[in-house]
Structure formats: structure tokens, C-alpha cells
């Protein structure tokens, strides 16, 4: 199994740029993550899944959307990027939305944003 | 409302030496709490956890934390640091609905030779 996989590894945006962070998990967890980590910062969560069709926002939600149209995607879209969303951004899932599950993580996104 | 309280955003141990990672929590529920574990440009990884029953908790790599209520602390701690410890950790809570996990900001290991 791959786990969670993440696409890019690393992207460069200019101000006022779009793009979409992918997502893909082969373990059919129905909840997924989108969080992002500001160094000093801890992960911050910005939107979160609980299965196909459903998404709700976390703490830091302004200036994404997502979609989850399948079990095993749940992509991330920056509209208008700002140099604000400079970060890394990490895609996680669990098995039950349930405290005590667990979330895999994926290795991560480094974006910059110019 | 919770939240996570990592004391120490940097912590340096010699070989051999024991290391202690301090994590106090805040919570209206009773928590689940988690250690996660992040290597350079990886993943964040977990090391163990604590949902309910036994207090303290044995988790991968020789770790162990140990849930004390009364002092709202899941410290980790491991006996003998080892040079492949070094790494950021992150303390983690989530309440029984567990749609959302809160992280302390993280304490960097470094272990001296």
C-alpha cells in the first residue's frame, strides 16, 4: 500500500496564482485532512472530510476550497495565492472520524508563494 | 474548547541521556492524546497513543508517555536517547468525536554525540 500520497513535492507560485494540491489514499478511510505547518506554528487544520460529498472547515479555511468527490481523493485549491499561504502543506487520513483513530499522513507539499 | 501545550520548542540531550519532551493539554472532554513524530521533509508519524485504560503508554522506538490527569500532562519520555532520535515531535488531543485533532507547535530533538 502507498498510503497517502501527495502531489507536488514542491511548486513556486507567483501572487494571484492558482493551484491544486492532490491528495489520493489507498486505505478506504472515510475521514481526510488538508493542515498546514508554519514553522513555530504547529499544524493548523483548514478543511477536513468525513466521506465522499461531505467537507467542513477547520480552523484556518480562508483562501481554500476542497472537494471530495471520491473515497481516495480529497484535493486542495488555492483560488488566489497569496504570499500568506507560503507553507507546507500536509494531507492526512483516518479510518473514523472517531478520537482515537490514528492519521496517516502524506509526506507533503512545500509551496512559496512570490 | 482544546488545545496543546508543547513547553520547550527546542530540546538537546547527549547520547545516551534521557530524554523528556513535556505536553499539557486542555480539555472539556476526556482527550485522546497522541504523539506524533516528524522527520526532516517527512511525514508526521505516530509514536504512540492514549485513548483509555492503562495510563501509561508504550509506543514505537523505545518511547513511552504516561497520562496523568490531575496534572492535564502526557509527557513523553525515553530512557536512553539514540542519535536517530533526533526529530520534531508533536503532542496531539482529540475529543471523542475526533473530527478535529489540535497540535502543540513542536519540540525539535538534538541529540549530542
Known amino acids: ?114 | 474548547a482544546q488545545s496543546v501545550t508543547q513547553l520547550g520548542s527546542h530540546v538537546s540531550v547527549s547520547e545516551g541521556a534521557l530524554v523528556l519532551l513535556r505536553c499539557n493539554y486542555s480539555s472539556s472532554v476526556p482527550p485522546y492524546l497522541f504523539w506524533y513524530v516528524q522527520y526532516p521533509n517527512q511525514g508526521l508519524q505516530l509514536l504512540l497513543k492514549y485513548t483509555t485504560g492503562a495510563t501509561l503508554v508504550k509506543g514505537i522506538n523505545g518511547f513511552e508517555a504516561e497520562f496523568k490527569k490531575s496534572e492535564t500532562s502526557f509527557h513523553l519520555t525515553k530512557p536512553s536517547a539514540h542519535m536517530s532520535d533526533a526529530a520534531e515531535y508533536f503532542c496531539a488531543v482529540s475529543g471523542p468525536t475526533g473530527n478535529q485533532f489540535y497540535f502543540g507547535t513542536g519540540t525539535s530533538l538534538t541529540v549530542i554525540p
Open chain 1, 1 to 114: 500500500n502507498a498510503g497517502v500520497t501527495q502531489t507536488p513535492k514542491f511548486r513556486i507560485l507567483k501572487i494571484g496564482q492558482s493551484m491544486t494540491l492532490q491528495c489520493t489514499q489507498d486505505m478506504n478511510h472515510n475521514y481526510m485532512y488538508w493542515y498546514r505547518q508554519d514553522p513555530g506554528m504547529g499544524l493548523k487544520l483548514i478543511y477536513y472530510s468525513v466521506g465522499a460529498g461531505i467537507t467542513d472547515k477547520g480552523e484556518v479555511p480562508n483562501g481554500y476550497n476542497v472537494s471530495r468527490s471520491t473515497t481516495e481523493d480529497f484535493p486542495l485549491r488555492l483560488e488566489l495565492a497569496a504570499p500568506s499561504q507560503t507553507s507546507v502543506y500536509f494531507c492526512a487520513s483516518s479510518s473514523l472520524g472517531q478520537g482515537a483513530n490514528e492519521q496517516f499522513f502524506g509526506p507533503g507539499t512545500r509551496l512559496t508563494v512570490l
